[in-house]
């Protein structure tokens, strides 16, 4: 239940762009707030952003929060993590995640539904 599925991950250069995209089923998570996490070798997994399920509302780790940029389209059931500048800290497998409730949270035990993630690896 609730699959979510990931894509648009890649090998860039510090500095480089991507964007994530996150396809999800809109009658399973319809309601719930979203999120993107990241997790690298040896590391727990960490937040990266947060967003309403409407996109009225979002939250950023303090690491990302003036170059990320997190966006939803419910019409056509995506959800979006636009990584601006990146750095080779932010190398890692990204996960999007669904909510148990409306409620944007930054610990991963609050998200119900998770994808299989995408690996972004960034070279200096």
């Known amino acids: 239940q609730g699959q979510l599925v990931e894509s648009g991950g890649g090998l860039v250069q510090a500095g480089d762009s991507l964007r994530l995209s996150c396809s999800y089923s809109?009658?399973?998570?319809?309601?719930?707030?979203m999120g993107w996490f990241r997790q690298a070798p040896g590391k727990v997994r960490e937040f990266v952003a947060g967003?309403?399920?409407?996109?009225?509302?979002?939250y950023y780790a303090d690491s990302v929060k003036a170059r990320f940029t997190i966006s939803k389209d419910n019409a056509n059931d995506k959800l979006y993590l636009q990584m601006n500048d990146l750095k080779p800290e932010d190398t890692a497998v990204y996960y999007c995640?669904?909510?148990?409730?409306?409620?944007?949270?930054?610990?991963?035990?609050?998200?119900?539904?998770w994808g299989q993630g995408t690996q972004v690896t960034v070279s200096s």
């Open positions: 995640a669904s909510n148990h409730d409306g409620h944007i949270a930054t610990a991963a035990i609050a998200y119900s539904f």
């Open positions: 967003i309403t399920y409407n996109g009225g509302g979002t």
């Open positions: 809109g009658n399973i998570l319809r309601g719930h707030a």
